[in-house]
């Protein structure tokens, strides 16, 4: 069974700061998919990255990047000068097997998520 | 706007009372999933349907069933609430063999059960 760890379940910031969500996972399956999604205090999800597992190379999107490791099974995320609007809850999920031979529906498996706040 | 709609966003029930949470989507997409949120345990699958006229239970089934009406409409049922049920639930979905976006979510709906 796949298990997705977020062991950081809350961190307080200064705006301006940089910050890094830890995300560990496990799996047997050598080909998977690995998400990261935003839940602000509105509540709903808000998709942010993929990555499979075939491709480790790191991503950036503006103030955001992620670090896949496979040898540690980590993926990362760093927010670098974090503002106000930051502030959210994070998941990282996790979806095993080839999808399009996978009968189960593409099942995600989320971690327990990170709280993130940004003080002003 | 294009996505997953779910009804009702807020609910109050007393304990034994029944209620279905609804969901629908307008993406064409083939699998559907019901999944609560609850403090520090992320979220967990309740119910899926890979496709249409298929459903199985996923990692917390118990005390809930589902209907996969159409390709589109995809219900949760609480047949007797109990106070263990106070969750957020959210429907979602999503294109098997395209998973760019991984899943869409609804907006979720908060239940509480007294």
């Known amino acids: 069974a796949q298990k997705v760890t977020q062991a950081q379940t809350e961190i307080s910031v200064v705006e301006k700061e940089d910050v890094t969500l830890d995300c560990v996972y496990e799996?047997?399956?050598?080909?998977?998919?690995l998400f990261w999604y935003k839940q602000p205090p509105s509540g709903e999800l808000v998709f942010l990255i993929r990555r499979n597992s075939f491709d480790e190379q790191n991503e950036i999107s503006g103030r955001y990047s992620w670090n896949f490791q496979k040898s540690t099974s980590s993926f990362n995320f760093t927010i670098t000068a974090s503002q106000v609007v930051d502030s959210a809850v994070y998941f990282c999920a996790l979806i095993v097997g080839i999808p399009w031979y996978n009968n189960a529906g593409n099942m995600l498996t989320f971690g327990g998520g990170t709280r993130l706040m940004v003080k002003p | 706007n294009a996505g997953v709609t779910q009804t009702p966003k807020f609910q109050v029930l007393k304990t034994g009372q029944s209620m279905t949470l609804q969901c629908a989507q307008d993406?064409?997409?083939?699998?559907m999933y019901w999944y609560r949120q609850d403090p520090g345990m992320g979220l967990r699958l309740i119910y899926y349907s890979a496709s249409e006229g298929t459903t199985d239970k996923g990692e917390v089934p118990n005390g809930y069933n589902v209907s996969r009406l159409n390709k589109r409409e995809f219900s949760l049922r609480l047949e007797s609430a109990a106070p263990s049920q106070t969750s957020v639930y959210f429907c979602?979905?999503?294109?098997?063999?395209?998973?760019?976006?991984?899943?869409?979510f609804g907006s979720g709906t908060r239940l509480t059960v007294v």
């Open positions: 799996t047997r399956d050598t080909t998977y998919y």
């Open positions: 979602a979905s999503s294109e098997r063999q395209a998973l760019r976006m991984g899943y869409t």
């Open positions: 993406m064409n997409h083939n699998s």
